[in-house]
């Protein structure tokens, strides 16, 4: 059975701009100035890290994630939307009775509000968030879970995200990934490189049709 991993932020919701705007909103709380392009950088790197960027004491760190998850529960509803091709993607997936799951690194609750409210949930055979493991992404923890939980190997899953932190966590993981490009990467370089580039979500189930299950 071939199952497909899709992050959320990015690949099957546009937020990465509320994201970063919480980020930069909670630094001015905590009285630090972020810089928006370096916050952009490691959106989908898993905020546990992240945050240690910009802290050192674990208290203040884990009280900065607390300002950026209130922030974000406040205007996800108005700034985020899902993109024009996630759920003609989930419809596809569905109907070839694919085992879906959402990896992601943002806060689990806030999460499952929005995948009900995009009409995600019905789609999906699991969710994964970043403290669902001890290590988030880019550590191959939160794929390698959502493929016990969902009873596959690595060769039959495949890791969908707009970054590379979610190529790597599944190239470490054993998975076949995808790479969907909704803005400005930098590939060159990279230790980890995808399976398959697309643009559209909607070419997830293209690729699947290539492979028997």
């Known amino acids: 059975m071939i199952s497909v991993l899709l992050d959320l932020d990015g690949t099957l919701i546009d937020s990465i701009d509320a994201v970063v705007n919480c980020w930069i909103r909670a630094g001015k709380k905590m009285g ?28 203040m760190a884990k009280e900065f994630l607390r300002v950026v998850r209130n922030e974000f529960s406040k205007i996800w509803m108005n700034e985020v939307k899902p993109f024009r091709d996630s759920h003609e993607a989930l419809k596809s997936l569905k109907h070839m009775k694919v085992k879906i799951g959402v990896i992601s690194s943002n806060f689990k609750e806030t999460v499952r509000c929005m995948l009900e409210y995009f009409g995600f949930s019905d789609f999906l055979d699991v969710l994964i968030c ?29 890791v969908v995200g707009d970054t ?24 060159t370089g990279s230790k980890y490189i995808p399976d398959y580039v697309i643009s559209n ?11 028997s299950y």
């Open 32 to 59: 630090m100035q972020l810089d928006p392009n370096s916050v952009r950088e490691l959106i989908g790197y898993s905020p546990r890290l992240h945050v240690l960027k910009y802290f050192n004491n674990k208290d």
């Open 130 to 158: 970043d403290n669902d493991v001890k290590n988030g992404k880019p550590a191959p923890d939160i794929v390698l879970e959502a493929m016990k939980r969902l009873e596959v190997s690595p060769h039959e899953c495949f």
């Open 164 to 187: 590379l932190f979610d190529v790597e966590a599944g190239k470490r993981a054993g998975a076949l990934t995808v790479l969907v490009v909704r803005r400005a990467l930098h590939l």
């Open 201 to 211: 979500l909607q070419d997830v189930a293209t690729i699947l049709k290539t492979y």
